[in-house]
Nanobody
């Protein structure tokens, strides 16, 4: 069992930045893949970014909408995964969810591959 707690969301103007954090407890975090997904009102949850465990060289994966603006990273000593979001746009407004997976490769792009989810943190971008 893994418990995940996100933080760092908020209200920002277009062009602004936020740093989302997700701290895990329970199973050994360092051996798990981790990712961020988001869900906007009236839309399906979608993949944003993922990072593999250190045993897979912490490879990163991004949705096209996130490339060049978002950066995922992890600190295994703190059992935490981060998502730095820059150059925010109103269309980035959503609830952002952290999740972990027993997968370590590009399967992390598939949200059904995640085993545990956090409660989400709201990101609202005003124009």
């Amino acid at each position: 069992q893994v418990q995940l707690v996100e933080s760092g969301g908020g209200l920002v103007q277009a062009g602004g930045s936020l740093r989302l954090s997700c701290t895990a407890s329970g199973r050994t975090f360092r051996s798990l893949g981790a990712g961020w997904c988001r869900q906007a009102p009236g839309k399906e949850r979608e993949f944003v970014a993922a990072i593999s465990p250190i045993s897979w060289n912490t490879r990163t994966y991004y949705a096209d909408s996130a490339k060049g603006r978002f950066t995922i990273s992890r600190d295994n000593a703190k059992n935490t995964v981060y998502l730095q979001v820059n150059s925010l746009k109103p269309e980035d407004t959503a609830v952002y969810y952290c999740a972990v997976s027993e997968y370590s490769d590009s399967s992390l792009r598939d949200i059904v591959k995640y085993n545990y989810w956090g409660q989400g943190t709201q990101v609202t971008v005003s124009s």
